[in-house]
């Protein structure tokens, strides 16, 4: 694997490549704690070492940040409003007719949904970021357990400078995705992602060795490698649909007559039912924080019920409703990404069809009937997946320093088996030798 690694950086390609990765990378985990104009960076510390966990929302975001989110830098928002975006845009490739013409019209249709994704990404932004600066001028960013003054201004301007600069560190996110995309190693928005999660993992573990045990700490690293296992087998397992094209003769040349197939994950859904489940579970919790407690210290009801039922992630009921929301969403969302008739369609229009299956709708109702058996398994899966951390505070102790779980492990897996196989290839196109053997 050593000598693999030195035979990749030999190669100047490939070498430029990885040093330009490298570079940006380095940059982004820079830009995470720089603290944004008026951030009290003294207090923010030590409200970051009396809070020990976060919830909902928060943890997601803070999650994808690296951090950053709970330091209040000026990459506190990190890559999560690109992400939404691109799951909005997405979803109205359903409801808005003109998104799905775009979307068929090829590269420079496609190049039009990216900028309209860029669009809305900056207005997340600037939603978000207010969003994160109001909580923080509550005093709720960090619970009942810091009462420090996190912000030095809380003037008008202020607020908007403070705005502006977490809105450009989200658009200077972005730009370096996409320049990491085209010039580097891997999808760029994944790998900043990746680079967020995993800059979390040494701090964790040690904080379980330091507030537990070292007996806690071996215990979670093996359910580490077990869940990391179990990822790497389901995100690689697939369903193959045989798919024969029938000879043509045009001229003097003949088309077609190959085997090819069609490759059904059992995880087609990937992260983002994680995510919507997450977001969805977090907004009465959200909500409930802009009501405070009367002159009289009265609590309104259903705000006592939220935070008793919908903020503690190891609460049974809160467990249920996320497993409940990721299978549904899950199922939502490999409906929309997944077309059982297109596919049909492009197959009978270029004499392909499935062996003992008629072209047509016979095809469409195989495909769906295939799709439904598969999804059953992968919404399970992921409501598992991201149950893990929840349970770990009960049965290790953990808390929420627990790192192997939800979505920090789909991602870290993900990213890195499809980095791995890009410079695999890579590799093999220079030197006859990949990085793996």
Not at 72 to 80: E, K, N, P, Q, R
Request: charged share 10%; aromatic share 10%; glycine share 8%.
């Amino acid at each position: 694997m050593f000598s693999a690694v030195i035979r990749a950086f030999r190669t100047p390609d490939l070498r430029n490549k990885l040093l330009f990765t490298l570079f940006i990378v380095a940059i982004f985990r820079l830009g995470s704690f720089i603290p944004a104009p008026f951030v009290n960076y003294g207090n923010v510390q030590q409200c970051l070492q009396a809070t020990q966990s976060t919830s909902g929302l928060y943890e997601l975001v803070n999650l994808f940040s690296g951090g950053a989110l709970l330091q209040l830098s000026v990459f506190a928002l990190g890559i999560m409003p690109y992400i939404t975006a691109s799951i909005i845009t997405q979803l109205l490739r359903v409801v808005i007719p003109r998104f799905e013409t775009l979307y068929k019209e090829g590269q420079a249709g496609q190049a039009k949904l990216t900028q309209y994704t860029r669009y809305l990404t900056i207005a997340l932004g600037v939603l978000q970021s207010t969003t994160l600066i109001a909580v923080a001028r509550q005093g709720a960013l960090f619970g009942a357990s810091c009462t420090s003054q996190i912000l030095t201004d809380t003037s008008p301007l202020a607020i908007v400078l403070m705005v502006i600069t977490m809105t450009a560190g989200t658009g200077l996110i972005m730009w370096m995705g996409e320049l990491l995309t085209e010039r580097g190693v891997g999808n760029g928005m994944s790998l900043l992602i990746f680079t967020s999660i995993a800059a979390k993992f040494p701090a964790s573990l040690i904080s379980i060795a330091e507030t537990k045990s070292i007996e806690t700490l071996l215990v979670v690293i093996g359910i580490g490698v077990l869940i990391v296992g179990l990822v790497i087998l389901v995100e690689q397992s697939q369903r193959r649909i045989p798919v024969q094209y029938a000879k043509r003769v045009v001229g003097r040349r003949e088309y077609g007559g190959q085997s090819t197939y069609i490759p059904i994950k059992v995880n087609m859904a990937g992260v983002v039912p994680v995510i919507f489940a997450s977001s969805l579970l977090y907004l009465p919790a959200l909500i409930a924080q802009f009501n405070q407690p009367d002159k009289n210290g009265k609590v309104e009801p259903w705000v006592t019920w939220v935070s008793n039922y919908l903020t503690k992630g190891d609460h049974p009921l809160y467990m249920a409703l996320y497993f409940l929301l990721i299978v549904g969403f899950t199922y939502f969302y490999v409906a929309i990404t997944f077309n059982p008739e297109e596919v049909s369609d492009n197959m009978k229009n270029y004499g392909g069809f499935i062996p003992g299956i008629r072209a047509g709708r016979p095809t469409t109702e195989f495909l769906e009937y295939v799709l439904s058996r598969i999804t059953f398994p992968g919404a399970l899966y992921l409501g598992a997946i991201a149950l893990i951390p929840l349970i770990a505070f009960s049965m290790v102790g953990a808390n929420q320093n627990f790192p192997f779980g939800g979505t920090s492990i789909l991602i870290i897996v993900g990213v890195g088996l499809e980095t791995v196989k890009q410079i695999n290839a890579q590799m093999q196109q220079r030197n006859y030798e990949g990085l793996l053997k």
